[in-house]
């Protein structure tokens, strides 16, 4: 079940993490939140809101974030939190190209390569961000 709450998290997260990404970009961050909760695997919470604020998995919640406070103080009243919300509603209905449809893991490029991604193909990239199916 998918309640107003986990649309909420999904679209700030989306929001912390993929802002300043094209609109497909922001799908395809909030895929890999659904997919991750679809999993049912080590990094999947019961729901989207705690498989996306699970510790360490997405960054803008992290405490020591500035996105944290961000995100948290953002309003509807903003045009890019109702982008978001577009997007994780997106994301829910399974938007985006096909090969997201596995996809729980990214990363930025401009960043040193995750020891998680070490050796792995990437599935497709969207703008700065780089995704990943089969991880575990």
Known sequence: ???LADIDVLARTIMGEARGEPYEGKVAVGRTIVNRWKSKKWFAGA???ET???AWQYSCW???DPNRT???DASFDEAGLREC???AMDAIDGRGPGWLK???HYYAHHIRTPNWAEGQKPAGQIGNHIFFANID
């Open 1 to 3: 079940m998918i309640r």
């Open 47 to 49: 729901t989207i809101a």
């Open 52 to 54: 996306a604020q699970m």
């Open 62 to 64: 992290n405490r020591n």
């Open 70 to 72: 961000r995100i948290l």
């Open 85 to 87: 919300m577009r997007a």
């Open 102 to 104: 596995d996809c729980t």
